[in-house]
């Protein structure tokens, strides 16, 4: 293993959107078990450092590749496309009008079904919108256009929060899908 491998390479998965949880899941697992510092009690202080080292870079790193979200938003950075949403939240007028509706729609909810109609035209919006990011990140290799993707993906994914705050609010379950 190799500190300075970039998350793909330190899992040994292929540097792309998409993958399979359950492999990141199992891979996780694997890593870990070799990095444990309890393995390397055995050979010191500094032994076990580094390992505690290992076991961060691999928490961190499997922190990023489980969620689409920051695997896509990583895929970018890795290819020279760095999503800066801090600094950088041009949209399209389409996506933010449809923003300040979505808004407006939670602003005026005061049930749970009216939460439940906002969740449920948020979701397939969600799906499509990281279906569209696997297509740039994957196919078409244009990181530029999936960065915007990735920095509308950030607010649908602080919206549904805010959703789940609301459902929280009325005292409801965790609608969230």
């Known amino acids: ?3 300075q491998s970039n998350d793909f390479e330190l899992f040994g ?8 949880r359950a492999a990141i899941d199992a ?12 393995k390397f009690a055995a050979q010191g202080a500094a032994a076990q450092r580094l390992a505690m080292q290992w076991s961060v870079r691999i928490n961190e790193a499997y922190q990023r590749l ?11 950075e890795l290819n020279g496309a760095a999503v800066n949403a801090e600094n950088n939240t ?3 007028a389409e996506f933010l009008m449809q923003q300040m509706s979505w808004r407006e729609a939670l602003e005026d909810a005061d049930s749970e079904p009216a939460l439940d109609e906002i969740n449920d035209e948020l979701t ?13 990140l994957d196919v078409e290799h244009d990181y530029s256009k ?7 993906l950030m607010f649908i994914e ?3 929060r805010d959703i789940e705050a609301r459902y929280d609010e009325m005292g409801t379950a965790d609608k969230r899908q």
């Open 66 to 76: 489980k969620d689409p979200l920051k695997r896509a938003a990583y895929l970018c």
């Open 27 to 38: 891979r996780w697992k694997d890593l870990q078990r070799e990095a444990h510092p309890d």
């Open 90 to 92: 041009a949209m399209p």
């Open 146 to 152: 999936a960065v915007a993707q990735v920095r509308a």
């Open 1 to 3: 293993m190799n500190l």
């Open 124 to 136: 397939p919006v969600w799906r499509d919108m990281l279906q569209k990011c696997e297509q740039l």
């Open 13 to 20: 998965l292929p540097q792309q959107f998409a993958q399979d």
């Open 158 to 160: 602080r919206f549904a």
